[in-house]
């Protein structure tokens, strides 16, 4: 069963607007939460992470949402610039060793 | 700077061969981790390593062995590879373990025909 969903495979925008990533998780008992960000024939790196007490986190053009009554949280890259285009992977933990990983969106920015 | 090193970053095998994926991390990390990719799917926690000398299961272990060899290196083994087995393998680092940032290698991807 996959705990982690990210519903969307693929998402389009233009270089300057907003890019909105979403993900969804079941279990409650998640209490962080991580974006990771992947170039082709490269390994993921970390993007931001947020944990459960708080509701939001920064980073430059990067901000984390987390809505824990809708066990769901979106990534949101403003302005989105063409080197920003890879795949997205939304990850959470329970417990120590224990990441469960999304599946991915593909996030295109079109210059 | 090196970071997560992985060996080979390609292999074919045949059904029923053995093989073995080689990591190393220069980080000075405690633990280390083995995930893999395939599509619709994301990254599944094959075994991790929490400290040197230990090991546990995570999501899908059938199929693998692992060895902590010491505090650098995890390598992962198929000792029987199938065809279920083809995916893009992932090793991982981390100087917390589970809830923090994983420092990834490039990834070794295997073909079991």
């Known amino acids: 069963d996959q705990q982690v969903k990210q519903n969307s495979p693929s998402l389009s925008v233009q270089e300057g607007r907003i890019s909105i990533l979403n993900c969804d998780y079941t279990?409650?008992?998640?209490?962080?939460f991580l974006w990771y960000k992947k170039y082709p024939a490269e390994g993921p790196t970390f993007l931001i992470s947020?944990?459960?007490?708080?509701d939001k986190n920064e980073d430059g053009r990067f901000t984390v949402f987390l809505n824990k009554s809708a066990k769901h949280l979106s990534l949101h890259i403003v302005p989105s610039q063409p080197g920003d285009s890879a795949v997205y992977f939304c990850a959470a933990s329970a417990s120590v060793n224990d990441m469960r990983f999304g599946a991915g969106t593909r996030l295109t920015v079109k210059p | 700077n090196a970071g997560v090193t992985q060996t080979p970053k390609f292999q074919v095998l045949k059904t029923g061969q053995s093989m073995t994926l080689q990591c190393a991390q220069d980080?000075?990390?405690?633990?280390m981790y083995w995930y893999r990719q395939d599509p619709g799917m994301g990254l599944r926690l094959i075994y991790y390593s929490a400290s040197e000398g230990t090991t546990d299961k995570g999501e899908v272990p059938n199929g693998y062995n692992v060895s902590r060899l010491n505090k650098r290196e995890f390598s992962l083994r198929l000792e029987s590879a199938a065809p279920s087995q083809t995916s893009v393998y992932f090793c991982a680092s981390s100087p917390q373990g589970g809830t923090g940032e994983l420092f990834f290698g490039e990834g070794s991807r295997l073909t079991v025909l």
């Open positions: 980080m000075n990390h405690n633990s």
């Open positions: 279990n409650s008992m998640f209490d962080y």
């Open positions: 947020i944990s459960s007490i708080k």
